[in-house]
């Protein structure tokens, strides 16, 4: 297995491999946001590969002031190998070379699979505060 930056040929299988593998399948990722997201920053998006499949893929965003993590999903039946916490790590050595002190991630409430991930890696819930959102 490697881990390496996605490039625009990888925007379709990435887009399938997020509806088996990423939680809350039925969001509406759209290929032009990939594209732009890679167009932006193209070591963002890290994809691990085995055997040319994608098994596992974490977006590593810097915004020059914040260390954000999104996307963190590994196949299936590539589970407990892992292949998370390589991913975990290698974005947050990608954020350490920025200068970045501080990283975090949208974890659902409900979510636990990824409690025991994100914990198991040193995140904990920051609780006395809520993401506030607006749809542009
Ligand atoms: C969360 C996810 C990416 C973790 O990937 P993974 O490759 O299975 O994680 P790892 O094998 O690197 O696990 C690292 C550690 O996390 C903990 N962990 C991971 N999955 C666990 C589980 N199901 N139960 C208990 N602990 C778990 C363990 O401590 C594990 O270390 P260990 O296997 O040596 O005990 C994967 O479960 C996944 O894709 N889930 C669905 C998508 C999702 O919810 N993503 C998170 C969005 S916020």
Redesign the pocket.
């Known amino acids: 297995m490697i881990l390496r930056a996605a490039t625009l040929d990888d925007v379709p299988a990435v887009l399938a491999f997020w509806k088996i ?3 809350d399948t039925n969001r509406s990722d759209i290929p032009e946001g990939v594209a732009a997201l890679i167009a932006r920053d193209p070591a963002a998006l890290q994809l691990a590969v085995a055997d040319g499949e994608i098994v ?1 893929s974490l977006i590593a965003g810097f915004d020059g002031w914040r260390c954000h993590l999104y ?6 039946d ?11 790590a290698a974005a947050e050595e990608r954020f350490r070379g920025f200068g970045g002190r501080r990283a975090d ?4 409430n409900d ?1 636990t ?2 409690h ?6 040193g995140y904990a819930s920051q609780d006395d505060c809520h993401r506030w959102v607006k749809s542009l």
């Open positions: 593998a990423a939680e596992g996307r963190f999903a590994v196949h299936p590539r589970r407990r190998q892992g292949i998370g916490a390589q991913l975990l991630a949208m974890v659902l979510n699979l990824a025991h991930a994100w914990a198991a890696a």
